[in-house]
């Protein structure tokens, strides 16, 4: 199976680092997308890993285990624009995708 | 370049209408998607594309048809509505050997 789980929400204060969790059955996927979604908006592709380790883009990491079934996206020095939903997305040729962690940013 | 558009943004239709959406981009993408995605949930793959005259089903395909005459278009079908399709529909795109999906700005249905 290629379930995907990552917790519903969370929250964090301006300024600092958040760390969204996602975990996924190992069999069948090539790699793991993070993408951003506003509340009302389309999603945008944040970053996608196809090899264990961590990558790094600006404020925002992405890092990977293939062996252990895990993802994690990291935010440092947040900003209140930081607050969206971030959803997980297995990618097996066609995604498939958790239901997102909401994330508010608290001044 | 517009980039991928979603025509219409907003639809209600009564139980047993049919509607067409559309999906068109302006950048030679091969691969397009269609999704939806219910209030508090990800996004489900209905169909896909990976080019002009191929089209496959996806995670969710029942009550749903789908085209890619062109490949620049891909439509999706309602042939008969039900308020268990009342969500919002995503258009993606992708170019071939790129991991990057582009999405449309969605379409809002709502079936009463």
């Known amino acids: 199976g290629q379930n995907i789980d990552q917790p519903t929400e969370m929250t964090a204060t301006e300024g600092a680092i958040v760390q969204i969790n996602c975990t996924y059955q190992?069999?069948?996927?090539?790699?793991l997308f993070w993408y951003q979604q506003h509340a009302g908006e389309a999603p945008t592709f944040l970053s996608y890993?196809?090899?264990?380790g961590l990558e790094e883009k600006g404020r925002f990491s992405s890092f990977l285990s293939r062996s252990k079934g895990y993802s994690y996206l990291l935010l440092k020095e947040l900003q209140m624009k930081d607050s969206a939903s971030y959803l997980c997305?297995?990618?097996?040729?066609?995604?498939?995708f958790g239901d997102g962690t909401t994330l508010t940013v608290k001044p | 370049n517009a980039g991928v558009t979603q025509t219409p943004k907003f639809r209600v239709l009564k139980t047993g209408q049919s509607m067409t959406l559309l999906c068109a981009q302006d950048?030679?993408?091969?691969?397009m998607y269609w999704y939806r995605q219910d209030p508090g949930m990800g996004l489900r793959l209905i169909h896909y594309?990976?080019?002009?005259?191929?089209?496959a089903k996806g995670e969710v395909p029942d009550g749903y048809n789908v085209s890619r005459l062109k490949k620049q278009n891909f439509l999706l079908g309602l042939e008969s509505a039900a308020p268990s399709q009342t969500s919002v529909y995503f258009c993606?795109?992708?170019?071939?050997?790129?991991?990057?999906?582009?999405f449309g700005p969605g379409t809002r249905l709502t079936v009463l």
């Open positions: 997305a297995g990618d097996a040729g066609k995604s498939t």
């Open positions: 594309s990976v080019g002009e005259g191929t089209t």
């Open positions: 993606a795109t992708r170019l071939a050997g790129v991991y990057e999906q582009f």
């Open positions: 950048m030679n993408h091969e691969y």
């Open positions: 190992t069999s069948g996927f090539n790699g």
């Open positions: 890993n196809v090899l264990d």
